[in-house]
């Protein structure tokens, strides 16, 4: 079995930082892709920022400059660093990841953690 672990949500100020951390764990063979995805209420989930296995990055334009998502192949994590965080930054974030394991291969999510920017 895979499991994502989501960690370092909070409440923090406009104009502040986080750094969420993703950490997948089970009988994996290969991450591939990874990413982060959040969810805002009354919204549809949204792509925030993708990763693939050789380190090649994407962002939308809603977060492009302000966010940076990095991995380390040999722990299996995976991190979103945020600056400047707007009230509209505010969401639950998704960890995402193309794993191949013991299983086949699959896509997992993590639980989600809560990121609130409010003043």
């Known amino acids: 079995q895979v499991q994502l672990v989501e960690s370092g949500g909070g409440l923090v100020q406009p104009g502040g930082s986080l750094r969420l951390s993703c950490a997948a764990s089970?009988?994996?063979?290969?991450?591939?892709?990874m990413a982060w995805y959040r969810q805002a209420p009354g919204k549809e989930r949204e792509l925030v920022a993708t990763?693939?296995?050789?380190?090649?990055?994407n962002y939308p334009d809603s977060v492009k400059g302000r966010f940076t998502i990095s991995r380390d192949n040999a722990k299996n994590m995976v991190w979103l660093q945020m600056n400047s965080l707007k009230p509209e930054d505010t969401a639950v974030y998704y960890c995402?990841?193309?794993?191949?394991?013991?299983?086949?291969?699959?896509?997992?999510w993590g639980q989600g953690t809560q990121v609130t920017v409010s003043s």
């Open positions: 995402n990841a193309d794993v191949m394991s013991i299983l086949g291969k699959g896509v997992y």
């Open positions: 089970g009988s994996i063979f290969r991450i591939n892709g």
């Open positions: 990763i693939t296995g050789g380190g090649s990055t």
